[in-house]
T-cell receptor, first 114, second 112 residues
Framework: DGGITQSPKYLFRKEGQNVTLSCEQN?????MYWYRQDPGQGLRLIYY???????QKGDIAEGYSVSREKKESFPLTVTSAQKNPTAFYLC?????????????FGQGTRLTVV | EDKVVQSPLSLVVHEGDTVTLNCSYE??????LLWYKQEKKAPTFLFML????IEKKSGRLSSILDKKELFSILNITATQTGDSAVYLC????????????FGTGTRLQVTL
């Protein structure tokens, strides 16, 4: 089945540790996105990528890093510099620039700092 | 900076009521506006709007875009408890790298 997969679903991290969230898609989409969602709030854009080996900062990129070495994969690293990392993280993909289509979402990763 | 503003932030209605959710946007190089429904985890797609004045409809839900006023509405008629969710509005731009920006969402609760 085609889709977008995030793992793990739940993640616990000690303060001061880096942690990487996985996002894989088999939809042959060029564009991929990472969002953060806090309770009662909308989705805030962290990073996005239109093509392999290229990505742009979103509105809240500080304390996060990404890579796009393969079209299918767009992992997000939450670094120790992120002051308040506890949140729900959503990954999305879309066909890409110039195509009129919706974005598809993974099921999310809930990160808790303990 | 691209910006999407939704109102109201939350809404409680009785089953059978009709509701209108609002979305305004400020964006350079607008491409399309999207509506999503989020019940638990992953948002699910409802509508994509690219042209002004053309209503998109799916069952009891409908949406329309006004590109002159930079505004969109989502209507839900004869609401049901299953419509309880957060409704998200988002816009794509056509910049050098297409950016998908979401609003804060409207939390709708439908009561019996």
């Amino acid at each position: 089945d085609g889709g977008i997969t995030q793992s793990p679903k739940y993640l616990f991290r000690k303060e001061g540790q880096n942690v990487t969230l996985s996002c894989e898609q088999n939809l042959n989409h060029d564009a991929m996105y990472w969002y953060r969602q806090d309770p009662g709030q909308g989705l805030r854009l962290i990073y996005y990528s239109q093509i392999v080996n290229d990505f742009q900062k979103g509105d809240i990129a500080e304390g996060y890093s990404v890579s796009r070495e393969k079209k299918e994969s767009f992992p997000l690293t939450v670094t120790s510099a992120q002051k308040n990392p506890t949140a729900f993280y959503l990954c999305a993909s879309s066909i890409g620039r110039g195509s009129e289509t919706e974005a598809f979402f993974g099921q999310g990763t809930r990160l808790t700092v303990v | 900076e691209d910006k999407v503003v939704q109102s109201p932030l939350s809404l409680v209605v009785h089953e059978g009521d009709t509701v209108t959710l609002n979305c305004s946007y400020e964006v350079t190089n607008f491409r399309s506006l999207l509506w999503y429904k989020q019940e638990k985890k992953a948002p699910t797609f409802l509508f994509m709007l690219t042209s002004s004045g053309i209503e998109k409809k799916s069952g009891r839900l409908s949406s329309i875009l006004d590109k002159k006023e930079l505004f969109s509405i989502l209507n839900i008629t004869a609401t049901q408890t299953g419509d309880s969710a957060v409704y998200l509005c988002a816009q794509f731009n056509t910049g050098t790298a297409s950016k998908l920006t979401f609003g804060t969402g409207t939390r709708l609760q439908v009561t019996l």
